[in-house]
């Protein structure tokens, strides 16, 4: 447990709402970052953190902004949710030592009617 | 074609049987490599570390890349009902602050 939380941890939303996910970590680790889950697709970067205020985009990220006021908190906003951002989302951070590698939350699960 | 390639499976084997699982990937840059291991509706943990090339044994679990071949492997031996999960293989350049490039996963069932 690499002291990450995700929260909600399921949502359901309608396509044109606004949608916030929070990743809270414990241990003030800098890089932050966030992928979203699909069937046929894998894991796939949204957005990440490599500090305070700090953010580049991945590979997914058109419709997803993200901001990082506080190193333990990273959040991912959909600013108008569509049906095709229907996904599981995961938190990672990246944790510097033996392994030199990133941990993950346990996921949100959005449903976007 | 992707940067990582992953057979998806499913993949189901009887108790005791030796599994093996692959990855292929295009990108010579890449030299730190990984699998995760995920429980259904659970997020993905880390099963194996391996920089470079070489094995790596960690109890029932031995990693292998072979970065002349471009392929990396996860053999798991003597499989319990417990490894059924799906199995990613992910992938970086660099350290581990940079971003991942993920397998699709393959997904294991261990039958007892």
């Known amino acids: 447990d690499a002291g990450i939380t995700q929260s909600p941890r399921h949502k359901v939303t309608e396509t044109g709402t606004p949608v916030t996910l929070r990743c809270h970590q414990t241990e003030n680790h800098r890089y932050m970052y966030w992928y979203r889950q699909d069937p046929g697709h894998g894991l796939r970067l949204i957005h990440y953190?490599?500090?305070?205020?700090?953010?580049d985009k991945g590979e997914v990220s058109d419709g997803y902004s993200v901001s990082r006021s506080k190193t333990e908190d990273f959040l991912l906003t959909l600013e108008s949710a569509t049906s095709s951002q229907t996904s599981v989302y995961f938190c990672a951070i990246s944790v510097q030592g033996a392994t030199d590698t990133q941990y993950f939350g346990p996921g949100t699960r959005l449903t976007v009617l | 074609q992707k940067e990582v390639e992953q057979d998806p499976g499913p993949l189901s084997v009887p108790e005791g049987a030796i599994v093996s699982l692959n990855c292929t990937y295009s990108?010579?840059?890449?030299?730190?490599f990984m699998w995760y291991r995920q429980y259904s509706r659970k997020g993905p943990e880390l099963l194996m570390y391996t920089y470079s090339s070489g094995n790596k044994e960690d109890g029932r679990f031995t990693a292998q890349v072979d970065k002349s071949s471009k392929y990396i492997s996860l053999f798991i031996r003597d499989s319990q009902p417990s490894d059924s999960a799906t199995y990613l293989c992910?992938?970086?350049?660099?350290?581990?602050?940079?971003?991942?490039?993920f397998g699709k996963g393959t997904r294991l069932s261990v039958i007892a």
């Open positions: 990108n010579s840059a890449f030299q730190y």
């Open positions: 953190s490599y500090g305070v205020k700090d953010t």
């Open positions: 992910a992938m970086s350049a660099n350290s581990g602050n940079t971003p991942l490039v």
